[in-house]
């Protein structure tokens, strides 16, 4: 295959850049234009781009290839049939109709997605279309671009913790083309000025301190974990699941200094009984200062809710502070928890969820405006005005098989905003439950505090 330098200025003759003077969408004057997508148009300019680009990754840590729309579609077609390795294709917004999926292909929850994109610059779209992806329960650890125009999406997506492999630099493209005499001088020097100067600072939500989400919450059970998150400096909801009273209590006693909820499957314990099982459990969260989360997923009717949490042998409404309940019943179905604050079901990571974009967006008008909900189960970030509860976290899957970190505190905290943790088998399984509830309670408050 010919040299990189020969390469790019094979590409060059199609017209993929331009110099003069050029309003950018963002207003500022730029004196280059560049446009990728004349390469889709020579089969054999593609094929060889696909290889290069391929040469400078880890191929085996991708499961699937994926080109943010529209530039970098034939860019990743071009390297799926290259590497075998299969491609999925990202919309730019959901079908309005039929399956009203946003991402398109065949694939699975938690394969590693390959993002190629044809030109970088604030980063701002690459941002976007991963937590899209991610969304759809698919991680990203790769991202792959032709060309980097250099003012500071590169740096911003390496600072997430992403890997970020670019083909050229603007600058390298401005040396090639002043040696083979394209540029004068001139043009370089104002070319250089441009891009040291115009560094564009893409600006994305702030994550809000607990201190300021207690502000402006208006729910009693939602001010009261935000309350003990600040007071005991933790975030950590652990997950009981176990089957028997006494291990329940054990259980409690034994991580309740160092969590804010203690989340029950109550209808698991063989042996519940009201007075031995929640009395002392009640006494506990009391002593230790933690609320009662009970994961009923409640996703019926509203009477028949109503039926289940305040009747039959449990009586969730009478010790629960947190219910967690799907909203697919509608917003009424939310009316009967009086007494607890709802975690809604907002999406799930499991294979084959059918909680897609198009649920997702209208179970979030309800949860936004539901005066019960003070917060989510998500796998993406939500509105600031809404509580992020993310499951699945273990500080012990920092590495997995594919190089890329996820659910670990550091990944949900910075890239997704989440507020609470809920840990179950990095506690409950351990063999000190205590101290690996301490491990999780710092570990979690310290990716908090750097997520600020």
Not at 94 to 101: C, D, F, I, M, V
Request: glycine share 6%; charged share 25%; proline share 3%.
């Amino acid at each position: 295959m010919e040299s990189k330098k020969e390469f790019f200025l094979e590409c060059y003759k199609l017209g993929i850049i331009k110099f003069g003077r050029f309003t950018l969408k963002s207003g500022i004057e730029s004196p280059f234009y560049v446009d990728l997508r004349p390469l889709a148009s020579e089969p054999k300019i593609l094929k060889h781009l696909a290889n290069y680009l391929l040469e400078m990754l880890p191929l085996d840590n991708f499961d699937v290839i994926c080109g943010v729309p529209y530039a970098a579609l034939p860019m990743a077609t071009a390297m799926s049939l290259e590497s075998y390795i299969p491609l999925i294709i990202k919309r730019k917004e959901a079908k309005e109709y039929g399956t009203k999926k946003l991402i398109e292909g065949i694939y699975k929850s938690g394969q590693n997605c390959l993002l190629v994109e044809d030109v970088i610059t604030s980063g701002k779209s690459l941002v976007e279309t991963i937590a899209e992806v991610e969304s759809e329960g698919l991680k990203v650890s790769d991202i792959v671009v032709v060309l980097d125009r250099e003012q500071g999406g590169k740096q911003l997506l390496q600072e997430k913790g992403y890997h970020v492999h670019t083909l050229f630099s603007i600058s390298e493209v401005v040396e090639i083309l002043k040696e083979v005499d394209h540029l004068t001088e001139e043009e370089v020097l104002r070319i250089n000025e441009f891009i040291a100067g115009n560094k564009i600072e893409f600006k994305e939500e702030k994550r809000l301190s607990y201190e300021q989400k207690l502000e402006n919450c208006e729910h009693s059970v939602g001010k009261k974990i935000l309350e003990i998150a600040i007071a005991k400096q933790s975030n950590l909801i652990a997950s009981a699941d176990v089957t028997t009273t006494k291990e329940l209590l054990e259980f409690a006693e034994q991580v309740g200094p160092h969590i804010v909820a203690l989340k029950t499957h109550i209808d698991i314990i063989s042996d519940f009984d009201s007075d031995k099982t929640i009395l002392p459990l009640k006494d506990l969260a009391t002593k230790h200062n933690f609320l009662l989360m009970e994961d009923r997923k409640f996703g019926d009717i509203g009477n028949t809710q109503e039926l289940q949490y305040r009747g039959g042998m449990y009586k969730i409404s009478h010790w629960a502070d947190l219910v967690t309940s799907h909203v697919i019943a509608g917003y009424q179905s939310i009316d009967c928890f009086m007494n607890s604050g709802v975690i809604a079901i907002l999406s799930m990571s499991s294979k084959g969820a059918l909680t897609d974009q198009n649920y997702r967006a209208e179970a979030l008008k309800i949860v936004e405006t539901h005066p019960n909900i003070i917060g989510c189960v998500a796998q993406n970030k939500v509105p600031a005005n809404v509580l992020l509860f993310t499951p699945g976290v273990n500080i012990s899957s920092k590495g997995d098989d594919k190089g890329q970190q996820y659910n670990t505190p550091e990944h949900v905290f910075k890239n997704l905003h989440t507020d609470f943790v809920i840990v179950g088998r990095g506690i409950y399984k351990a063999e000190n439950v205590e101290k690996s509830a301490k491990l999780y309670k710092l570990e979690s408050w310290n990716a908090y505090l750097k997520s600020l």
